[in-house]
């Protein structure tokens, strides 16, 4: 039986049987005891289904991974200690020394930092394109090296909207790993995998838990990429001395996710917490009705300032005049969620008044959570850079990132109302 998602927010991911807890206790244990040397073997030999140390698996954080893969709608799932690290193993799941990743350069931070700047350190190099680029010039950064072709749903912050199918044929023609951080859109608003990626990737910290109570990060392999036979990845096809010699590519399937928790996350061992695990699946009870709600508020928030004649300009893919409009209604048709960006009229100075008008809302470096928040990168996060360095980043000195909750859009609105009646 398949269900429909707002069914499987509350029901995805543990079946209890008879007589067990009706939601996943928090096994908060390392290890797990048998009583005969084969069973454990058998686990060690992935030829059975257990747990036997929670740096490889652990049943809470399996419950979370079973709903955010069935949510998906992929193959498997492996819950990590942040959306970083999910980002960190997926690019060591594929990429040696003298690899590259084709990147759009529309992407979180951190990540942008990670493949910049971190990556290169260990010999593996990134290639940036814009996602408004054409398919020709995004080709034309791929070579016989590439692994990697990543990109970002909804951009934090820029909030461009990418075009999947534009990228998935790319990928496709030349037999890459096509990798999507979901985490701004969730698989409530949008579902990559029905539109040519191949790997997930989460920062469950944003919508999927909601309340900001826990950090962790999520991968989900689609299940529809065939590494056998595939020239480009020799790490599948050959045997992997680490592991007793087993060839990913020949596994039916998860050939990925297997790879990516047997040897990656062995290695490094960024495993999400049991605790954080349950806090995420209980967040995700309510993940449908939440991005019903804030992508809701959020158009009215847009609707609002871009009205407003103290406001400059407003970006939110639901409003007509935005440049995403197109592919958001092609690819998110029920809501761009709450994150939007606005410029005030005037200088640093103005902003920063306004921000400190603000009473409902609240300064914070966080988003995608159930309470309205907002950030001015010009005088936090980008402060050191001058107006014209801020300019070229992409981050005028008036933009405020606001991220929409759930309160009442009234609520919402008066706040901002009160602060602009201050500068
Ligand atoms: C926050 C964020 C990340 C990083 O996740 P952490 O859980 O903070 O490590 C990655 N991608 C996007 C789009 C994010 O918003």
Not at 27 to 43: E, I, K, N
Not at 192 to 206: D, L, Q, T, Y
Not at 239 to 264: I, N, W
Not at 301 to 311: E, G, N, R, T
Request: aromatic share 8%; proline share 4%; hydrophobic share 40%.
């Amino acid at each position: 039986m398949s269900y429909k998602q707002d069914t499987i927010c509350v029901q995805g991911g543990y079946n209890p049987k008879t007589g067990e807890s009706r939601i996943p206790p928090i096994v908060q244990s390392t290890t797990f005891a048998y009583d005969s040397t084969q069973a454990m073997a058998d686990l060690f030999d992935l030829k059975a289904d257990g747990y036997f140390y929670t740096r490889l698996a652990n049943p809470t954080v399996a419950a979370f991974e079973g709903k955010v893969a069935a949510l998906e709608g992929g193959v498997a799932g492996i819950g990590c200690a942040s959306g970083m690290s999910a980002t960190m193993l997926l690019a060591f799941t594929l990429c040696g020394a003298g690899d590259n990743i084709v990147s759009s350069a529309a992407i979180y931070g951190g990540t942008f930092n990670l493949f910049a700047v971190t990556l290169p350190k260990l010999g593996i190099q990134t290639r940036f394109f814009d996602p408004d680029d054409s398919a020709e010039d995004i080709e034309k950064l791929i070579d016989d090296k590439t692994k990697l072709i990543f990109t970002e749903t909804v951009a934090n912050p820029s909030i461009k909207i990418i075009d999947f199918e534009k990228i998935a044929a790319i990928a496709k023609k030349h037999g890459i790993v096509y990798a999507d951080d979901n985490t701004l859109a969730t698989p409530i608003l949008c579902r990559p995998f029905e539109w040519g990626a191949n790997v997930i990737i989460h920062s469950s910290s944003k919508y999927l838990d909601g309340h900001a109570a826990a950090l962790g990060g999520m991968i989900v392999d689609g299940g529809n990429f065939n590494f056998k036979g595939n020239k480009r990845y020799a790490s599948f096809n050959e045997p992997d001395e680490s592991y007793h010699g087993l060839v990913y590519a020949d596994l039916p399937a998860a050939q990925f996710a297997t790879k990516c928790r047997a040897q990656m996350m062995r290695d490094m061992g960024a495993i999400m917490s049991p605790q954080n695990a349950f806090l995420s699946w209980l967040g995700c009870d309510t993940l449908a009705l939440r991005m019903e709600r804030h992508s809701s508020n959020a158009a009215k928030v847009a609707a609002y300032l871009s009205q407003h004649p103290k406001i400059d300009w407003v970006l939110h893919a639901s409003l007509p005049d935005n440049k995403y409009h197109a592919l958001a209604q092609k690819y998110m048709p029920n809501g761009t969620g709450g994150m939007l960006s606005f410029g005030i009229k005037g200088d640093v100075k103005q902003a920063a008044k306004f921000m400190e008008a603000l009473q409902l809302i609240t300064q914070e470096t966080h988003v995608a959570d159930v309470r309205s928040c907002v950030l001015h990168p010009a005088s936090t996060t980008h402060r050191q850079l001058t107006p014209e360095e801020l300019k070229a980043a992409g981050v005028p000195e008036n933009l405020v990132r606001l991220s929409v909750g759930i309160e009442n859009p009234d609520d919402i609105i008066a706040d901002l109302e009160q602060a602009l009646a201050k500068i």
